[in-house]
């Protein structure tokens, strides 16, 4: 099971980004998905997930991303996306996507397989 992250980059403040998550080796649909982010010298933070597709496949969001950020997929592609909009100084960190193999939606600790990290870095 692999996931690549890309996508990231360097912005300023107000603009859009969109990363993508490409799964091989499972079926992302199958899957709750979800993307964290971390910023040096803190802890890895649920940003939102994607349910499964046999699990209402709705997405849902942390706060501070709510009505700013958009978890979609392409089953086609085997990809998750995180559409970043309305980009603050404060979403910038490494984001991660991963894969849940627990019960808790919002928990890093109950997602088993992690991408490599894209880095986003919003300028003020």
């Known amino acids: 099971v692999q996931l690549q992250a890309s996508g990231g980059g360097l912005v300023q403040t107000g603009d859009s980004l969109r990363l993508s998550c490409a799964a091989s080796g499972l079926t992302s649909r199958d899957y709750t998905m979800a993307w964290f982010r971390q910023d040096s010298g803190k802890e890895r933070e649920f940003v939102g997930g994607?349910?499964?597709?046999?699990?209402?496949?709705?997405?849902y969001y942390a706060d501070s991303v709510k009505d700013r950020f958009t978890i979609s997929r392409d089953n086609a592609k085997n990809t998750v996306y995180l559409q970043m909009n309305s980009l603050k100084p404060e979403d910038t960190a490494v984001y991660y996507c991963?894969?849940?193999?627990?019960?808790?939606?919002?928990?890093?600790?109950?997602?088993?397989?992690w991408g490599q990290g894209t880095l986003v870095t919003v300028s003020s």
């Open positions: 991963a894969r849940r193999s627990g019960v808790s939606l919002t928990q890093a600790a109950t997602y088993d397989y």
């Open positions: 994607i349910r499964s597709h046999g699990n209402s496949g709705r997405s």
